[in-house]
């Protein structure tokens, strides 16, 4: 596994799903990391547990990316536990499928304000805390960016977010941070549950349209967020890997 021992580490969004999973592996790797969460405090606090019962570190810290004030918060609350930072993952997200004539502009800024704002404001703020060294960024797009029936307003977030992602690559990199981005296809977590993907003929699309012939699983992005936070990613910056067992744009998923 690669290295991560005397590193620190934020994953925004990580009380569950692919964001708890990152945060696990990343202190498995030697990170000492900040929980994030907005709403979901037990979560958090689970995962906090969990990774100190492993012999790591963590804290949970609450705060929504989408207003600067809480992502102001959540890196000095950081700094002030730990000290530095050298990694940023910027996880939290949502999404909700509905055709073109249910879109509402509640929604669509509910999904804007933190996919896409919520990572340039934590980014914004990440990069003052990186030391002479740099850092990683690591944004979560999906393979949805490409266009996804029924899903306008989350494809063209995670749309965003690969451009951002690029931009901010050539923006950063004379500073040593390295910014990129993975793009999970379907993953089954919480959300999917809750969402009743998991069981649906969605799902079933999804699995036969994987070469690989199933859905992912957390811990599947989990290990490319760790490759992509660590040293043996060094030569990578502006990259959108698609973790996705082969799954393209013709069969997508959150």
């Known amino acids: 596994m690669s290295d991560l021992k005397g590193k620190v580490a934020v994953v925004t969004g990580a009380s569950k799903?692919?964001?708890?999973a990152i945060a696990k592996s990343l202190s498995a790797a030697g990170a000492a990391v900040v929980v994030n969460y907005s709403s979901s405090k037990d979560g958090a606090d689970r995962v906090v547990a969990d990774i100190k019962t492993n012999g790591g570190k963590a804290i949970a810290i609450k705060g929504d990316v989408a207003k600067a004030a809480d992502v102001r918060r959540l890196f000095a609350e950081t700094k002030k536990a730990f000290g530095t930072l050298d990694v940023l993952v910027n996880n939290a997200g949502v999404y909700k499928f509905q055709p073109l004539e249910e879109i509402t502009e509640d929604e669509f800024y509910r999904e804007f304000n933190i996919n896409v704002l919520g990572t340039i404001l934590a980014t914004k703020?990440?990069?003052?805390?990186?030391?002479?060294?740099?850092g990683s960024v690591i944004n979560m797009s999906s393979i949805a960016s490409a266009g996804l029936p029924e899903a306008t307003i989350y494809s063209g977030?995670?749309?965003?977010?690969?451009?951002?992602?690029?931009?901010?690559?050539?923006?950063?990199?004379?500073r040593k941070i390295r910014v990129n981005a993975i793009a999970p296809g379907g993953v089954e977590t919480e959300g999917t549950h809750s969402a009743g993907i998991m069981g649906s003929d969605f799902e079933k699309a999804m699995i036969a349209g994987t070469p690989l012939g199933r859905i992912g699983q957390p811990d599947d992005i989990a290990r490319v967020a760790v490759f992509l936070a660590s040293d043996d990613s060094?030569?990578?910056t502006g990259e959108r890997v698609a973790a996705s067992g082969g799954l393209s744009a013709g069969a997508q998923a959150p």
Do not use: C, M, Q, Y
């Not at 799903?17 to 708890?20: S, T």
């Not at 965003?160 to 950063?172: C, F, K």
């Open 157 to 174: 977030t995670k749309g965003a977010v690969d451009a951002i992602t690029r931009g901010l690559a050539t923006e950063l990199g004379p």
């Open 17 to 20: 799903g692919i964001g708890a």
């Open 234 to 236: 060094s030569w990578l």
């Open 125 to 134: 703020e990440a990069v003052k805390h990186f030391g002479p060294n740099g």
